[in-house]
């Protein structure tokens, strides 16, 4: 691997955590849309591994890691998938109709970002780190509030699946 960025040296690397998000994103988003809405399971296959793969490739291509840290990453996030993915409908309930689930959430949020990196000095990471941290407290937050007010409602199952909206200029110019 050829260092293009020297800047990002202090900054850790086994394993990748751009191959483990851009893993384990797709993957979700493939295991919770499948069966809600209408589409080929090749078509979402394809998009999940195009995407992981142009991530991956990119944190070699760029020299920030390794294919070991790489393969470690995409590995790690299979892990993590595996053990969260059956426990996401108690994890779901809680957050959206205990009483205090806001405030349990911030709360690990929070410690999640103060004792995430053991560096002293700010890096790019902690940056990024307590970006996704913030942005995953407001949104698991913002669901409390909306399910708590009556805008979240769950669809009947024979409502299921969905058809996607086809594909305009109009849709896409709104995107």
């Known amino acids: 691997v050829i260092k293009l960025e020297v800047f990002y040296n202090s900054e850790y690397s086994l394993p990748s955590t751009h191959a483990m998000s851009g ?43 390794s294919i070991l840290d790489v393969i470690a990453g995409v590995l790690y996030a299979i892990l993590i998938l595996v053990v969260f993915h059956p426990a996401l409908e ?35 990471s902690r940056g990024d780190t307590a970006q996704i941290l913030g942005s995953g407290a407001g949104i698991a937050c913002g669901s ?22 086809p594909l305009t200029v109009a849709l896409l110019g709104k995107a």
């Not at 409390?144 to 909206?165: K, Q, R, T």
Request: aromatic residues 12%.
């Open 144 to 165: 409390h509030v909306n399910y708590m007010l009556g805008l979240m409602v769950e669809p009947s199952p024979d409502a299921l699946p969905f058809s996607p909206a």
């Open 23 to 65: 893993t384990a994103i797709p993957l979700s988003v493939l295991l919770l849309t499948y069966g809600r809405w209408q589409y080929p399971l090749a078509v979402g296959l394809l998009l999940a591994v195009s995407w992981c793969s142009l991530v991956c490739l990119s944190r070699i291509y760029m020299g920030m890691h």
């Open 90 to 124: 108690i994890i779901d309930t809680f957050n959206l109709t205990y009483k205090y689930a806001p405030l349990i959430i911030i709360s690990l949020h929070l410690a999640m970002g103060v004792f995430s990196f053991t560096l002293d000095t700010w890096s790019t």
